[in-house]
């Protein structure tokens, strides 16, 4: 179910009411259908039901609603236009229709991309498998896709009994021969083995946590982004330490920092391939003094601010 966002959210300081220099996001955000081409699209997915079947511990389908909150006072940056940012609202899952609400999100997300960039506020990380329907659904089905995540964890996992928070990267593979996957920041004792040979199986390319600073990541991450179509970025944030993201469903004692995470971040959406970003895995109902909730809005601005680079 789509619900429209209440305008209440998008307040702040203000420190000028005309002058375009002083604005703030909640300035300039619009809210009504998009009409014009060369924009990005912000689509909530309310939704924590992929993460309760996975066991884990529900909350996320508050954070498209804390995201904004923590964005709407970041100031804008006046190279870029100001009629460019607009809030489509929130794809709700309504109960356990996690499926349902999966091809709603997917049917939003490729409404925007015939206008501009997609930018999905989760979730769980099942939030990834509407944001890839709607990427599939705009390209058509012989554009290659380059599935590139941000994450501790592989989200292989079987789906014989249901899909979950943790299975999509599977189920996308297993559906599609074009679409090619690319994971980094995987914790070597955050998998099974069972789940290393099934990233092995599938031949997808992974860099650990700690080999993120060596040439090698760079080179391939590069060589990946530019054999496909058109690229997708996923970013769960329960890939960063838990000391810097303390909200999240998974935390994660020895995760990622915020700087190499902004910096692995900006080389994925700098690329001109890339069409779509969706954050995952943010649980205010966990957090501490909205930390988590307010570095998550610092990478949506990142993404915002390098989209129209």
Known sequence: MLKKTDLSVWQGRIDHETEPTYFRYHQIVKTESITKQGIVGLIGFSCDEGVRRNNGRIGAKEAPLALRKQLSSLPWRNHIHINSLFDLGDIVCEGHELEQAQRELGDKVSDILTKGKAIVLGGGHETLYGQYLGVRKAVGPDASIGLLNIDAHFDMRSYDNQTSSGTMFKQILDEDPNAHYFVCGIQQYGNTTALFDT???????????????????????????DAYDVLLVTLCMDVLSAAE?????????????????????????????????????????????????????????????????
């Open 199 to 225: 990233a092995a199986n599938y031949n997808v390319q992974y860099f650990l946590d700690e080999q993120l600073d060596s040439p090698q990541f760079t080179k391939d991450l590069n060589k990946f982004m």
């Open 245 to 309: 993201a303390p909200g999240v469903s998974a935390p994660s004692p020895f995760g990622l920092s915020t700087l190499k995470v902004r910096d692995i971040l900006r080389q994925m959406i700098s690329h001109k391939n890339t069409v779509s970003f969706s954050i995952c895995e943010v649980n205010p109902t966990l957090d501490i003094n909205n930390q988590t909730a307010k570095l998550g809005a610092y990478f949506i601005n990142e993404v915002i601010m390098n989209s129209f680079e």
